[in-house]
């Protein structure tokens, strides 16, 4: 099975920073790759699909890029309501893995 | 919108079996090409994919629970449910029920806490 490794497993940024998250599959998966968002107490919220489509009401400071193993998400402003734990996920085909995931704070 | 919403107990005694019922509303349960999804979150760690079920009644599980897992569609209830054999402490999690898209989880229930004690 595909194995997915998120880097860092935390971060601490200041408000208005740029934030780097990366995502590397043990195996290709070309950019059927999935970023969710998951606010302390909260419910996972799907951010980005295919790797870089941001859904609906996602705000745009949010990006990803990445094809094949290795895969970003970007926060290109940090915003205090972006506290949260991101996780990626592959979904080229079953079973449907999630990375260890990301904690971001605020600094 | 479609909303789910898990139910089903919340202890169950370890060698026991776990059952967890998804509720959906705002939409049929068979329209679409969709999954229904089971995901698990122990306290304080990740997610984990238990398995999923197709509209078809085709289903997916993660390898992981060495075959325990098993979800089932009752379309006149438009439910879908878990059962899950021979549980351990380690099984104790958050269990969300959830609408797949391709693989793309997109939207989720609020999550059923279900610990594993005896």
């Known amino acids: 099975d595909i194995q997915m490794t998120q880097s860092p497993s935390s971060l601490s940024a200041s408000v208005g920073d740029r934030v780097t998250i990366t995502c590397r599959a043990s195996?290709?998966?070309?950019?059927?790759l999935a970023w969710y968002q998951q606010r302390p107490g909260k419910v996972p919220k799907l951010l980005i699909s295919?790797?870089?489509t941001l859904q609906s009401g996602v705000p745009s400071r949010f990006s990803g890029s990445g094809s094949g193993t290795d895969f970003t998400l970007t926060i290109s402003s940090l915003q205090p309501e972006d506290v949260a734990t991101y996780y990626c996920?592959?979904?080229?085909?079953?079973?449907?893995?999630f990375g260890g995931g990301t904690r971001v704070e605020i600094k | 919108q479609v909303q789910l919403q898990e139910s089903g107990p919340g202890l169950v005694k370890p060698s026991q079996t776990l059952s967890l019922t998804c509720t959906v509303s705002?939409?049929?349960?068979?329209?679409?090409?969709?999954?229904w999804s089971w995901i698990r979150q122990p306290a304080g760690k990740g997610l984990e994919w238990i398995g999923r079920?197709?509209?078809?009644?085709?289903?997916d599980y993660n390898p992981s629970l060495k075959s325990r897992g098993n979800i089932l569609l009752d379309t006149p209830k438009n439910q879908f449910s878990l059962k899950l054999t021979s549980v351990t402490a380690a099984d104790t999690a958050v269990y969300y029920c959830?609408?797949?898209?391709?693989?793309?989880?997109?939207?989720w229930g609020q999550g059923s806490l279900v610990t594993v004690s005896s």
């Open positions: 705002g939409g049929s349960i068979t329209f679409g090409n969709y999954y």
């Open positions: 195996q290709g998966v070309s950019n059927y």
């Open positions: 996920q592959k979904y080229s085909s079953a079973p449907l893995t």
């Open positions: 295919a790797a870089s």
């Open positions: 959830a609408r797949d898209q391709w693989g793309r989880v997109v939207d």
């Open positions: 079920i197709h509209t078809s009644g085709s289903t």
